[in-house]
């Protein structure tokens, strides 16, 4: 099965590169059939993405995340099944060029640097810290695409301000619609986010008999989503709209980056595996 999947892992970030093209020509030209088919290039890329990812996970017996190039991938798929999903909730087409480039270009240097891994550490080989690693990815995709949604936000609202009617004016969806796109796309992160909490507390103690609730990466991760969790309740319940929301999902995505970083780098925690 190497075959297929080494091909496969050429093929992917030249798909990628497809779907952007097709969104960026659009972006700039809005024609009819560019804009009615670069969603189906978008979805036979994901299924192919797919593919090569279950490949990799029953070929080397264990999830695609033994190393970062790994997790690229996942990274890549991820960022595009989260946006492909919101197309499809929400209709709106025009601004996929902004966030499938985050998608071709995590996959690029996947595709680059990645290796073959046969020999890697037992608990990799869980399923269930697949799943549980997929969907955290998942979930901090969403919060990227927030964020992205949110700049493009702070971008038209400057146009706005600024009397320029120009490319970003017409192709844009109006500032109302992005503030929804953004806030949708916390939603989805939120929801991904906490399917990976409650698959790690199933599998935790399983693995980790003597792990601590006060593991460095387990705190910033449960900060992440109290702080998507408020935020969301306050739209849903209360006066949040408007720069209020776009606030709230780059200080989330913000706060979500340090928390990895920050957990990562200085805090000893045993999601560190290789």
């Known amino acids: 099965m190497l ?150 936000f702070i971008l038209l609202y400057k146009n706005l301000k600024a009397n320029k009617f120009g490319l970003i004016f017409n192709r844009l969806p109006s500032l109302e619609i992005l503030e929804k796109l953004s806030y949708y796309s916390a939603v989805i992160g939120f929801v991904l986010l906490t399917i990976a909490i409650i698959i790690g507390i199933i599998w935790l103690p399983n693995a980790f008999p003597k792990f601590s609730y006060f593991d460095p990466k387990l705190i910033g991760t449960f900060f992440v989503w109290i702080v998507y969790g408020i935020g969301i309740l306050r739209k849903l319940f209360g006066n949040f709209y408007g720069k209020k929301v776009i606030l709230f999902s780059l200080i989330g995505f913000v706060i979500a980056i340090m928390s990895l970083i920050i957990t990562s780098t200085l805090g000893k925690t045993f999601h560190s595996f290789y």
């Not at 960026?24 to 969603?39: A, G, I, M």
């Not at 979805?43 to 192919?48: A, E, G, H, P």
């Not at 080397?60 to 995340?65: E, N, R």
């Not at 025009?94 to 595709?111: C, D, H, N, P, R």
């Open 3 to 152: 075959q297929p999947i080494d091909s496969l892992n050429i093929l992917l970030p030249i798909l990628y590169c497809l779907v952007f093209a097709a969104y960026t020509y659009d972006f700039f030209t809005e024609k009819k059939f560019v804009s009615n088919s670069k969603r189906i290039i978008l979805f036979v890329t994901l299924i192919l993405h797919a593919l090569y990812l279950v490949s990799r996970t029953i070929e080397f017996d264990h999830p695609p995340i033994t190393s970062k190039f790994e997790i690229f991938s996942i990274i890549a798929f991820s960022i595009g099944f989260s946006y492909f999903i919101l197309e499809l909730l929400t209709d709106i087409r025009g601004t996929g060029a902004f966030i499938i480039l985050f998608s071709f270009v995590f996959q690029i240097a996947s595709s680059l640097f990645i290796e073959h891994n046969f020999v890697v550490p037992e608990v990799l080989r869980n399923r269930l810290l697949g799943l549980h690693v997929i969907n955290a990815l998942l979930g901090y995709s969403g919060i990227t695409i927030s964020a992205v949604y949110g700049l493009l």
